[in-house]
């Protein structure tokens, strides 16, 4: 593999936004609806967030949906709910970029840039993500190889940006009883092979809400840094991914239940806030 920048160095990389560091000792949690629909829903979102311990909001304003009748996600209208919601409970916001339109609009208003797996080698993206200075989360492609997924962290790198974060997020496999299969090995594989932080999103691996906590837990013990997680008000109600959304009531038991998992690998997990 040539990835004379991504590969591992003798120190680990941190990433810091805000006051919060990704790469350190503490679990960070990530944490909001797959799309962002109101104002106060993402409110909502954003309370469950916070209680928790999450420090992180996140929230899809342009939606890369499998079929063109899907709900397409509210533009920048959205990004105001996100942004006024995260406001409100002191966290950070994290949305995906999808090309070079949406990144002009998204570059100055949120914190970190999601680059979502249908998007992982568009590289004419990757290379306008090298010139810029926010933190880019890179989810991993549904049929990306591991070296796939670092050589395309590696033009972010290439063009200027360090500030990446790497996302495995399952990828596809031929067991259709779940949405995709949660590569772990690929987690603990990519610590070894890079010194970039490395984060973990059970929900779209999964596709239910059952599994969730285990896959969570699981992430946190092969040395995942941080987890993001969709969390819904009302799932039933939600215009995307509503069937692997947990509740905000869900996510801070899960919260709770990281705990005892991040102390056990030497990690440590925010406590609860009062909201
Ligand atoms: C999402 O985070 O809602 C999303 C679309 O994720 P992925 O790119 O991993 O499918
Ligand atoms: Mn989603």
Redo the contacts with the bound molecule.
């Keep these: 593999m040539n990835l004379p920048l991504v590969g591992l160095k003798d120190e680990r990389s941190m990433i810091r936004v805000g006051d919060t560091i990704i790469g350190a000792r503490e679990i960070v949690l990530m944490a909001g609806p ?2 962002v629909e109101s104002g106060e829903q993402m409110r909502a979102a954003a309370q469950g967030v916070k209680a928790a311990g999450g420090k992180i909001l ?1 929230g ?1 304003v342009y ?2 949906r499998t079929s063109p009748y899907s709900f397409q996600g509210l533009g920048e209208e959205g990004i105001d709910y996100l942004r006024e919601a995260a406001a409100e409970y002191g966290l950070l916001t994290v949305t ?1 970029v999808m090309d070079e339109r949406s990144l002009d609009v998204l570059v100055d208003k949120v914190d970190i840039l ?1 680059v ?4 992982m080698q568009n590289f004419h993206l990757l290379k306008l993500l090298g010139e810029i200075r926010n933190p880019v989360i890179l ?1 991993r492609g ?1 049929a990306a190889t591991v070296e796939e997924w670092l050589s395309a962290a590696e033009y972010i790198l290439s063009g200027g940006n360090a500030q990446v974060i790497l ?1 495995e ?2 990828i596809r496999t031929f067991e259709p009883s779940t949405r995709n299969t949660l590569d772990l090995s690929a987690v603990s594989l990519v610590k070894v092979l890079s010194h970039l932080p490395v984060i973990v ?1 059970p ?2 691996a999964a596709g239910r809400v059952d599994i969730i906590p285990a896959l969570a837990k699981a992430a946190v013990a092969v040395g995942a840094d941080g987890l ?1 997680i ?1 969390v819904h008000p009302h799932p039933e109600e939600a215009q ?2 509503g069937m692997q959304s947990l509740t905000p009531e869900q996510f801070s038991r899960l919260a709770a239940e990281l705990r005892p998992i991040a102390q056990s690998v030497g990690r440590s997990m925010a406590h609860p806030q009062e909201v």
């Design positions: 797959c799309a996140r899809g939606k890369p995906e999601q979502g797996s249908r998007n989810k549904l996302c997020r399952g999103d929900s779209h993001l969709e995307s991914d």
